[in-house]
């Protein structure tokens, strides 16, 4: 059986201009393959209207789940929430049940719940909203796209929120074998095995440790049994 | 003046599954604002060759280049060339310079050039080398798609080679200020800054640190007497 889709989408400048290492999209991917949830595209855009528009739309028409990161707090360049209700032609405005989140938030902590900070109760009439533990500022969902922030520890905490909501597919499995040979001593017989096991997923990734190389090769799929079959011949083949 | 554009398209299931952390795109992002050539979308694609051809055609035809990660080495997942010259229409075959180029290494080293790694001298007819002086299977250029290695040494040793073809554009400029204050109440003066300098790129990148919100204010753009102007406002709406 497949699995369910999903892609990602990274919004942001500060990726794009090598500022900030990303590090949602490797939480995000580890999370959906844990879950059995096929991630098959990242796209990282800056924070420009038309770009994100565009690949919202492409995303969640060509996958089953899109998750994004960033471009949801209370400063002029956070621009997604109006994005992605223009994506979906849906209305925005500041919404009373997240308005009363943020209201009380600040109300706690007595601060003030400026225009600024009122911006980020602008949510999609038709969005759900997603819970946000750390920062109360929620993220959203629209049809098939989760809106999460950029800052780690609200995005992992955001798809924490979402993840129950998700259906998962059947866990990946893997197993790992280090080859301490270049790849191009290892590819012919690693090709035949690919070959014969056609329903699993056998990726070679080459490394150079100390002016040596070599590769892990990592076997993936659904079926422990077949799995085990695929590393007892890749064994057999490249015995230590 | 408008610098040129770039766009980067990251090739492999290691990073889809979470398996690996990428590094060649911050290491990329880098690379291009020094050189004044403006990263405005990365995509990320599992070893397909469909979502590969596409991705190439659709960022080839948006930007003025694309830089390529992944997918060039002797393995039967190894599929990057023989998509590009799809992309592109191209014939494709072992090709006589990379040929000899490799066979003068692995004589070299004693190693046979085998049917796997003599797949590493599959290059389009239209393509222009790229050089590797890490591990010499090289890289290639096909119109304005610059193909290169996933392996970051070799990713990093191949763009070194391309930099001098590149028509680069003014540096991109930028000067930081962090304020310990909530978004909330940076967003106002902020925005109004944004507003008077239009010229330049003013992003606010929040943070958390031991409880306590704060964030990185980055101002960026080509003209440092605006920079400078620009942070002289922004100091004076917060001062410390």
Do not use: W
Not at 13 to 31: K, P, V, W
Not at 58 to 66: C, R, T
Not at 106 to 129: H, K, V
Not at 213 to 234: E, H, P
């Amino acid at each position: 059986m497949q699995n369910p889709t999903a892609a990602m989408l990274v919004i942001g400048d500060e990726i794009l201009s090598g500022r900030t290492r990303d590090a949602n999209m490797y939480h995000l991917a580890g999370q959906l393959t844990e879950h059995g949830i096929d991630l098959r595209e990242v796209r990282v855009v800056s924070d420009d209207a038309a770009a994100i528009v565009s690949a919202v739309q492409a995303l969640s028409a060509a996958y089953d789940s899109v998750f994004t990161s960033g471009g949801i707090g209370p400063t002029h360049d956070d621009i997604t929430a109006d994005c992605i209700a223009a994506a979906f032609s849906d209305h925005i405005d500041v919404r009373d049940d997240a308005r009363a989140l943020l209201q009380a938030h600040y109300d706690r902590n007595g601060q003030e719940l400026n225009d600024a900070r009122l911006r980020m109760a602008r949510i999609p009439d038709s969005a759900t909203l997603i819970d946000n533990p750390v920062s109360v500022a929620p993220g959203f969902t629209v049809q098939n796209v989760h809106v999460m922030a950029g800052v780690p520890s609200v995005f992992q905490a955001m798809f924490t929120s979402v993840l129950p909501t998700l259906t998962g597919g059947a866990p990946l499995l893997s197993q790992t074998l280090r080859i301490d040979l270049g790849e191009g001593d290892i590819a012919g017989p690693l090709g035949a095995l690919a070959d014969d096991f056609a329903d699993l997923s056998i990726g070679s990734y080459p490394f150079q440790k100390d002016g040596k190389y070599g590769a892990n090769i990592v076997i993936r799929g659904q079926d422990s049994a077949r799995i085990d079959a695929a590393m007892v011949r890749l064994k057999a083949a490249f015995p230590v």
